[in-house]
């Protein structure tokens, strides 16, 4: 089994995005996760709680309509 990447290999990532929102807290990963009936995989849970792309090509896990994010 891979290790989840660590915060800053995360933050690697994501300066490459431009617009990137405070991450998703433990407690807001664990809600979307209940919400949707899914688990983020450890790498994605690990890059969102680095920091929240934005923008039209990303889904709003904070504040996105329910039913959009369904689809």
Known sequence: MVA???S???RVWQ???RDV???LTER???AVEARFGFR?????????AAGL???PSWPDWRYG???RLRE
């Open 4 to 6: 989840p990447p660590s």
């Open 8 to 10: 800053e290999a995360a």
């Open 15 to 17: 300066r490459r995005l």
């Open 21 to 23: 929102a405070s991450g």
């Open 28 to 30: 807001e990963l664990d």
């Open 40 to 48: 983020f995989a450890a790498d994605h849970r690990a890059f969102l």
């Open 53 to 55: 792309p934005t923008g």
């Open 65 to 67: 309509d329910p039913e």
